[in-house]
């Protein structure tokens, strides 16, 4: 491998500039995705963004320091010094970035856990959402979506929490957000609400958040809830749901996925609406991408590539990236069917205008195309960093070979080059557990980030790995682009050779604890991590 | 079409070494049937010819069968010799009185005349089939 001198310092210097100026350009990590664009890129330069450095990465502090907590679903975000993150057991804790050291932990140990009663999936385990870093009324606040038995039905209905981020002390706490009124599996009599997938994203002086369900059981309307930032009360004048109008008894189209915003919209995902229901409800919003009007909630446009008719439950789950590529801004997001969508942010002539699929296919799919589209768990979020969107996808072979290769592979796409150019690099990602037969839940890899070519990523071994784009360091070689063929038949094939990226870094964490929910949080050259082992990291190189 | 001769071999092993008796299900957990619609793919005749070279008349179907979530199906209406695979979701097959656990990507065969009886959890189901069957 030729060792090459790191062009990292005047790069940043030049670079740094241009980024200062955009928005949510911040050295912290203060958000899900990092920002309100969901882009999962940290811009600024660090000893993370050197590809010198990263292989020197290694744990420097772990929390709880002896024993464990519960299982981390939430992801840790960073601001000012302090790490912020809610665990399965109901408590928000507060570190100090440089040392682990506990701050404050919201609630207070002798008071009630934020938990619900209503429990059949990691998102509905204690505090699963991710927080967002705020100023509220002048102080720095966090805010963060929890199931709370000291509300409503008292069974642990959500709702958002701003507190103080430096003394955890309260600032205000909205009314019920998502409502839970039995936890009777199966019920149409009783809501089954949840935000445990959505993290809040503060924009606009407001905190929305995605509504969705407790499982499918049954599935619920889903919809979009903004709250006054300031004092956490319902904004009455935005309103979103999936099916039908707001009140009517429709069910469908769950928000499972983090909302983004920019400008004058907010952008979503939504899950499927055939479960358990025997008509296509009017309007039918599920299985879309969205954008919305940030201050109404009226739909400017909806992408809706799977049709009611082929809904076999891929609930778009990953949270959408606004994309501000050199040939024109863009919404990308992989469905839960492992197929990725790159939709223009303007409209036209009213609707979306769909910029590219991969694998390339033709949206809406047909009933004869002999696609299938359900639950086949590429449920994380990409990443952007240039005309780069980083993300897990099912891969050229999707409709040929199985569903799952996908799962434990990375995909680079060069969002503004030609169908044929789309593939920018591929990589098994080592450190992951082969789907077993009859595993449903066949979690493999985490949410990518990247800062500034360097991609971080967990693995359900408990591994963080760093790979370098091939344009900041050399791969380790080519692959064939579809990986089902071989090599020496790639060409005749019909397919290309693309690099694979170098893995400068796979670091075994020491409690093994998967991290295929949390995303990693890079912030001042420091990578904080939280582990289904029930612990957090902070690694550097 | 590799991946269906692979279908053919890989499932009978599957069947032979990994059956085992489950327990009986909970039918409190399984909602009102929904009607199913499969979406065809692919369906044409063809000859195929038997060992004794026997050219013999078939008919070739690949259907993808959405299963909602919570149904309990009793006898899976596809005829014919079936070679399945799921492309999501998991369910519970019992065939010849043996329950089988499957997940996505698993494979496996329905001789021809076999009743086969599907049970899915708490997530929908997608089942491809490809049948052989006679015209």
């Known amino acids: 491998m030729i060792r090459r001198r790191s062009p990292m310092p005047l790069m940043c210097m030049v670079a740094g500039l241009a980024l200062s100026v955009i928005a949510g350009c911040s050295k912290d990590w203060p958000a899900f995705r990092h920002n309100m664009l969901r882009t999962a890129q940290q811009g600024r330069c660090s000893a993370l963004a050197d590809p010198t450095k990263a292989p020197n990465l290694a744990v420097r502090w772990t929390y709880p320091p002896t024993g464990a907590l519960s299982p981390f679903r939430a992801s840790p975000v960073v601001y000012k010094g302090r790490v912020f993150i809610g665990n399965a057991n109901g408590r928000l804790y507060a570190l100090d970035a440089n040392t682990g050291t506990l701050l404050w932990q919201y609630p207070s140990a002798a008071s009630p856990a934020l938990t619900s009663q209503f429990t059949c999936n990691p998102s509905s385990m204690g505090i699963a959402s991710s927080a967002a870093i705020a100023r509220v009324n002048g102080v720095d606040a966090v805010i963060f979506g929890a199931p709370d038995r000291s509300i409503g039905s008292g069974l642990g209905e959500g709702r958002l929490f701003a507190l103080n981020a430096a003394t955890g002390a309260e600032l205000w706490k909205s009314p019920v957000v998502a409502r839970l009124s039995g936890t009777t599996f199966g019920s149409k009599t009783e809501f089954h609400e949840q935000i445990g997938y959505s993290s809040p994203l503060v924009f606009n002086d407001r905190v929305y958040i995605g509504v969705a369900n407790h499982c499918d059981n049954p599935i619920q309307k889903g919809r979009v809830v903004a709250v006054h930032l300031s004092s956490g009360t319902i904004d009455t004048g935005f309103s979103y749901c999936s099916t039908g109008t707001c009140a009517d008894s429709t069910r469908g189209g769950g928000v499972w996925s983090s909302v983004a915003g920019w400008s004058d919209s907010v952008y979503v995902t939504t899950g499927n609406v055939r479960a358990g229901q025997t008509f296509e409800p009017s309007p039918n919003h599920g299985l879309s991408m969205l954008r919305l009007n940030k201050s109404t909630g009226a739909v400017i446009w909806q992408f809706q590539p799977v049709p009611w008719v082929l809904d076999g439950d891929p609930d778009w789950n990953a949270t959408v990236s606004y994309h501000a590529a050199s040939c024109g801004a863009m919404i990308v997001s992989t469905q839960k ?159 290309s050779f ?6 400068l870094a796979n670091v075994a964490l020491p409690d093994g604890g998967r991290i295929v929910y949390s995303e990693p949080a890079l912030a001042r050259g420091k990578l904080f991590i939280a582990t289904e082992g029930g612990h957090i990291y902070m690694l550097s190189p | ?84 695979q799921i492309r999501a979701g998991s369910l ?44």
């Open chain 1, 337 to 495: 069917d492992g197929w990725t969508h790159a939709v223009n942010v303007a409209p036209s002539g009213g609707t979306a205008s769909k910029r590219w699929t991969f694998p390339p296919h033709i949206t809406p799919f047909s009933p004869t195309d002999g696609t299938a589209h359900g639950d086949t768990r590429y449920m994380r979020s990409g990443a952007v960093w240039r005309d780069v969107y980083i993300t897990l996808n099912g891969g050229l072979n999707l409709t040929s070979s199985g569903v799952t290769g996908g799962l434990r592979r990375l995909h680079a796409f060069n969002v503004c080059a030609s169908d044929a150019e789309r593939l920018r690099w591929l990589l098994d990602v080592p450190s992951t557990t082969p789907c077993a037969p009859g595993d449903t839940h066949c979690y493999r890899v985490g949410q990518p980030v990247v800062t500034r070519g360097m991609v971080y990523v967990g693995t359900d071994q408990g591994h963080v790995l760093a790979i370098a784009d091939p344009s900041i360091w050399p791969a380790v070689g080519w692959r064939c682009s579809n990986p089902d063929i071989l090599a020496a038949n790639c060409v005749a094939s019909g397919y």
């Open chain 1, 498 to 503: 693309v690099p694979e990226p170098t893995v």
């Open chain 2, 1 to 84: 079409m590799w991946h269906y001769v692979r279908a053919l071999v890989v499932p009978a092993v599957l069947i032979a070494t990994s059956a085992e008796a489950q327990p009986a299900p909970d039918t409190r957990r399984f909602d009102e049937a929904v009607e199913l619609k499969p979406a065809t793919s692919f369906g044409e005749q063809t000859t195929l010819r038997g060992t004794g070279g026997t050219p013999k008349r078939v008919t070739l179907t690949i259907r993808n069968w959405i299963i909602q979530n919570r149904q309990r199906i009793p006898v899976f209406p596809e005829q014919g010799l079936l070679v399945i």
């Open chain 2, 92 to 135: 519970t097959t019992i065939i010849n009185g043996q329950r089988q656990d499957r997940g996505p990507d698993d494979f496996w065969t329905v001789p021809s005349g076999t009743t086969m009886a599907i049970e899915t959890g708490e997530d929908s189901v997608i089942l491809q089939v490809v049948s052989l069957r006679e015209p």
